[in-house]
């Protein structure tokens, strides 16, 4: 069983910037970050995997994902926030997780507590 901490989040003006961090109480194969806003579905943001990152379309070249291995952190430097990013965010991470299913909340088998984004206009 691995524990998952999510740290970071906050208000912020649109355009401004955030840095999320997660820590595991032990190492995955793969990490990843989601997102749940009001009523809507948890979708993928990014993950990692043997030391590649797989970003979703809407975050892609505004949010980088990394990772350190040696202190089993994981973090999310989110930048040019829009209102549209604002959810709670969760830190997600597995072992049985191919590329195919890196964007898949249900290939995943531990969870963090998550941490809530809000993006002001």
């Known amino acids: 069983q691995v524990q998952l901490v999510e740290s970071g989040g906050g208000l912020v003006q649109a355009g401004g910037s955030l840095r999320l961090s997660c820590a595991a109480s032990?190492?995955?194969?793969?990490m990843g970050w989601f997102r749940q806003g009001p009523g809507e579905e948890r979708k993928f943001v990014g993950a990692?995997?043997?030391?590649?990152?797989y970003y979703a379309d809407s975050v892609k070249g505004r949010f980088t994902i990394s990772r350190d291995n040696a202190r089993n952190t994981m973090t999310l430097q989110m930048n040019r926030l829009k209102p549209e990013d604002t959810a709670v965010y969760y830190c997600?991470?597995?072992?049985?997780?191919?590329?195919?299913?890196?964007?898949?909340?249900?290939?995943?088998?531990?969870w963090g507590q998550g941490t809530q984004v809000t993006v002001s206009s």
């Open positions: 990692h995997r043997m030391g590649n990152t």
């Open positions: 997600a991470a597995g072992d049985r997780l191919i590329v195919s299913t890196l964007s898949k909340a249900d290939a995943y088998s531990f």
């Open positions: 032990g190492r995955t194969v793969a």
